[in-house]
């Protein structure tokens, strides 16, 4: 089972763009609690805290606000431009009991055989979505590549799941692959090398029929 975190939070009283972009200059991500039918929160959370323990693998919370705690799962975090830092964060009211579907981060182990061949490893996915009760989620999937030879790639169906725990993505997803690399032939480097600019002379005078008899 996940750890839970505890969190502390802030209600927002107001709405918008321009006041989730203040409470980002104090530090802070905007995010809204919603679930088990109830009214949804605009709250705020201490950025280094939050950002600290999503790196961590943590995406279950126990979260304060006022006097009030509730225990929620990340649902879905919205990132600026860059795809790098959290700008916005959807919780959701969980009960210890029930089943929820969510995304977790793929780790992968081992070195691939087929790296000791000349292949290289690409991975395709790093979460996967999976379904489980709140208190048999993992904080992250391990996926083995040390039987990957050069040619292999490992689906989302290969995934060994821990007990209690469902594939909720596409089982085709191709998760992580090993390929060679592949020279160039020559007529691609020939295709990709620019040609020569082609040299425009004045074209020179003819002599005329008199000239040529001198």
Same mark, same amino acid.
């Given at each position: 089972?996940?750890?839970?975190v /505890?969190?502390k /939070?802030?209600?927002? !009283?107001? =709405?918008?763009?321009?006041?989730?972009e203040?409470?980002?200059?104090?530090?802070?991500? !905007?995010a809204?609690?919603?679930?088990?039918?109830?009214?949804?929160?605009?709250?705020s &959370?201490? /950025?280094?805290?939050?950002v600290q323990?999503?790196h961590?693998?943590?995406?279950l919370?126990?979260?304060? &606000?006022?006097?009030?705690?509730?225990k #929620?799962?990340?649902k879905? &975090?919205?990132?600026d431009?860059l795809?790098?830092n959290?700008?916005? /964060?959807?919780?959701?009211?969980?009960d210890?009991?029930?089943t929820v579907?969510?995304? #977790?981060?793929?780790?992968?182990?081992? *070195? =691939? =055989?087929?790296?000791?061949?000349?292949?290289?490893?690409e991975e395709?996915a790093?979460?996967?979505?999976?379904?489980?009760? #709140?208190t048999?989620?993992?904080?992250?999937?391990?996926?083995? #590549?040390?039987d990957?030879?050069?040619?292999?790639?490992?689906? =989302?169906a290969?995934?060994?799941?821990?007990?209690?725990?469902?594939?909720?993505?596409?089982?085709t997803?191709v998760?992580?692959?090993?390929r060679?690399?592949?020279?160039? *032939?020559?007529?691609?480097?020939?295709?990709? *090398? !620019?040609?020569?600019?082609e040299?425009?002379t004045?074209?020179k005078?003819q !002599?005329?029929?008199?000239?040529?008899?001198?």
């Amino acid at each position: 089972m996940e750890e839970t975190v /505890a969190l502390k /939070a802030e209600k927002r !009283p107001e =709405a918008g763009s321009k006041h989730a972009e203040a409470v980002r200059r104090q530090g802070r991500i !905007p995010a809204i609690i919603y679930g088990h039918k109830q009214k949804p929160v605009p709250v705020s &959370l201490d /950025a280094h805290d939050f950002v600290q323990s999503l790196h961590h693998g943590h995406r279950l919370f126990d979260v304060r &606000l006022g006097r009030k705690k509730e225990k #929620v799962i990340v649902k879905d &975090l919205q990132y600026d431009y860059l795809g790098k830092n959290v700008i916005h /964060a959807d919780l959701m009211r969980v009960d210890v009991t029930e089943t929820v579907t969510v995304t #977790v981060p793929i780790e992968l182990k081992g *070195t =691939a =055989a087929g790296t000791h061949e000349g292949g290289i490893i690409e991975e395709y996915a790093d979460h996967i979505e999976i379904r489980c009760r #709140v208190t048999d989620m993992p904080e992250s999937i391990i996926v083995s #590549v040390k039987d990957l030879g050069i040619g292999d790639s490992i689906r =989302a169906a290969d995934i060994e799941l821990p007990e209690g725990v469902e594939l909720a993505s596409d089982p085709t997803t191709v998760v992580v692959t090993c390929r060679t690399v592949s020279a160039k *032939t020559t007529e691609q480097i020939e295709e990709e *090398t !620019p040609a020569a600019p082609e040299v425009i002379t004045e074209a020179k005078e003819q !002599p005329s029929e008199e000239e040529q008899e001198k």
